[in-house]
């Protein structure tokens, strides 16, 4: 059998689980001495994968104008951190709450819709540690 064509795609597979875990991990400040407020906050490369699938056809430069003007993943790095911190919260509320990609887009694009894993795992990291809910 042909089985040695499966072993790439097990790697892929547990690969992409560790660094699944390893993302929801880190998803919370790394520095408890420091504020949340205080700390700029990079896009975990978690919330990225997703966000590359679902959301950056139209929140990146050259993207959607409408879209841009509230919310251009490019210049993330240029935010304040405050500004950061009530960006992610946005994300993290129209994804949970379904707003966000908008529906015409989900239609269209069925499998680029994120889970409700993956619309957790862009709220946990948006939130900040103080701030968990049980
Ligand atoms: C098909 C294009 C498109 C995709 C894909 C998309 N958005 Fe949007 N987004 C928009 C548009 C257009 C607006 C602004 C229009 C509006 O207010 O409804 C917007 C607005 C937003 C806002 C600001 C909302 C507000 O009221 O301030 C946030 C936050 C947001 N999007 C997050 C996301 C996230 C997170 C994703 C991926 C999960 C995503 N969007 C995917 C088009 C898109």
Redesign the pocket.
Known sequence: MKKSILIPFAILGIVFLTSMIMNYSSAQPLLPSQKDSQVSKPISSGVMK??E???????TEG?????L???NLSNWDKFSPEKQAG?AK??????SKG????K??REK?PG???TVEE?TL?CNWATPVQMVKK
């Open positions: 997703i966000m699938r679902s959301c950056t056809k139209c929140h993207g959607n104008g409408m879209a003007m509230h919310l960006k946005d994300m993290c509320k129209m994804v707003k966000m990609p908008p015409s887009f694009n680029a819709t994120p619309s862009i």
